[in-house]
């Protein structure tokens, strides 16, 4: 198969881009070029080619942005629609609840330290005691035990200022040093990021 290469027309480059291997670059079909160790039978070659697969990545990016937009609008829509199946639910079970409360307190049932129950042959009523939460502002309580004298009661937090001890490092291959000792820092570690190439439009 001729080398993609040496083609230059928008419609036979946006041809053979349809029919790429992208896991190897050779178009489906080009076994043989790939046996003979040849060169990926789509390549970029000429500011002509490498141009067209600019505006190639712009409106690649601009269809999914449109499809996008077109999905998020279709999700908008059946969400509403939950919400609105939800809240239905929601009001016809708490009116059955509400009347299930009241027949509960008419009948017999279980009484436990912590809750009463009422079987029945599809569920159990259950009615749980509600018992006692404590809730307090961190801040105020804090400020209350310092002025008590009560610091045994205060949890003291230590934690390493790292934007200032990261001003003493040098990092190289991998590692942490103190650039005035060039002592490594072995409890922190290093993890390079490779470059990365993009197209900005």
Not at 32 to 58: H, L, M, S, Y
Not at 79 to 103: D, G, M, P, V
């Amino acid at each position: 198969m001729e080398n993609m290469n040496i083609i230059a027309t928008e419609e036979t480059l946006t041809e053979a881009l349809e029919s790429i291997d992208y896991s190897t670059g050779y178009v489906e079909g080009s076994d043989q070029d790939q046996a003979e160790g040849g060169r990926p039978c789509f390549t970029i070659d000429n500011d002509e080619v490498a141009d067209w697969a600019i505006r190639k990545i712009a409106e690649e990016r601009s269809d999914y942005e449109r499809l996008k937009e077109l999905a998020e609008t279709q999700i908008a829509k059946i969400q509403e629609k939950i919400e609105a199946e939800k809240t239905r639910a929601e009001r016809r079970t708490a009116f059955l609840t509400s009347c299930l409360a009241q027949y509960f307190g008419t009948v017999e049932h279980k009484k436990t330290k912590t809750q009463e129950t009422y079987k029945l042959l599809s569920g159990t009523l259950v009615l749980k005691k509600g018992g006692v939460t404590q809730k307090y502002d961190k801040d105020e309580l804090l400020d209350y035990l310092a002025a008590e004298g009560m610091d045994d009661y205060i949890k003291t937090t230590q934690e390493p200022k790292w934007g200032e001890f990261k001003k003493l490092l040098t990092f190289q291959d991998g590692n942490a040093i103190l650039t005035d000792t060039g002592e490594m820092v072995e409890c922190i570690r290093v993890e390079e990021k490779p470059d990365t190439f993009d197209i900005k439009l």
